[in-house]
């Protein structure tokens, strides 16, 4: 059972240096580069260790409570097994975090796409006129979408050197959620649950952003019940993406009896 969602910050980003496209024998090494500048600008967004450097990132994330770290603790991940499935072999998150605090409890910065200059096939020596990227924040806590994204522009303006401006295009903002797990129906779902499956249900947080859960919590005070049946090898967003029949015949099942329990209060 889902208990806690991260928040989401997007924004596009676009470096613009010379008027045009320049022959970069010709211009090289005199003019901006855009190219350059913005890649300075997103090596800057991370220290040594991992962490986020932007001023105030970390203004309301909180601890994991022990009650909680215990329980993800006791579910036995395998990050190896996790990394490996898509060709990695170890975590490069924030050092002194555990795998599951990394993408359940832990903020997070993700260049999502970078593009500039010449990018078709062959090759062209080409001094670019703009650069850009696409950047996502995952958020935690009390974290505040709108300042996140205001220090980011702060970040790529402090940055700029003579002759470049930046734009910026907003892609959404919206706060994290942690659900109340004392409520009744929590325990009500987990009840129901174990009578369809032979493990009990945990709680468990989730790296993914559901922008209306958020506004659910922070706007009518309402938390939601978050309970899915993907599996870790379904590809989500990867091609080829696949959802287990057994999983889906299951949580049918699952479902009714969920609101079978909750309808008798």
């Known amino acids: 059972i889902v208990t806690q969602l991260r928040g989401l910050v997007g924004e596009q980003v676009t470096i613009t240096g010379p008027s045009r496209d320049l022959h970069s024998g010709m211009y090289g090494g005199m003019a901006a580069n855009p190219a350059r500048v913005l ?3 997103l090596a800057g967004l991370h220290d040594d260790s991992g962490r986020v450097t932007l001023p105030g990132f970390y203004d309301g994330v909180p601890p994991i409570g022990a009650d909680l ?3 993800w603790d006791a579910l036995g991940f395998d990050a190896g097994r996790f990394l490996g499935d898509v060709g990695l ?5 924030e050092a002194g975090k555990t795998p599951l605090e990394m993408i359940w409890s832990e903020p997070t910065c993700e260049i999502n796409g970078i593009w500039s200059g010449y990018t078709g ?3 062209k020596t080409v001094l670019p006129s703009k650069a850009h990227a696409k950047i996502s924040f995952r958020l935690v806590g009390t974290q505040d979408p709108e300042a996140i994204r205001a220090a980011f522009r702060a970040h790529v303006m402090a940055s700029l050197p003579a002759d470049c401006q930046a734009e910026f295009e907003p892609h959404g903002g919206s706060p994290a959620s942690v659900m109340a797990t004392d409520h009744p129906a929590f325990a009500t779902a987990r009840a129901a649950l174990s009578d369809e499956w032979p493990d ?3 709680f468990v947080g989730s790296g993914g952003s559901i922008p209306v859960a958020g506004h659910f919590k922070t706007i ?3 938390d939601s019940m978050l309970i899915g049946f993907a599996r870790d090898d379904d590809r989500i967003h990867s091609p080829n993406e696949k959802y287990d029949l057994r999983s889906f015949h299951k949580g049918i099942r699952s479902w009714a009896r969920i609101l ?6």
């Open 39 to 41: 890649v300075r600008v």
């Open 69 to 71: 770290k215990a329980q």
């Open 89 to 93: 072999s170890r975590p490069a998150g």
């Open 121 to 123: 096939a062959g090759f």
């Open 200 to 202: 009990p249900a945990a």
């Open 220 to 222: 009518l005070g309402m």
């Open 260 to 265: 079978d329990g909750l309808s008798r209060g």
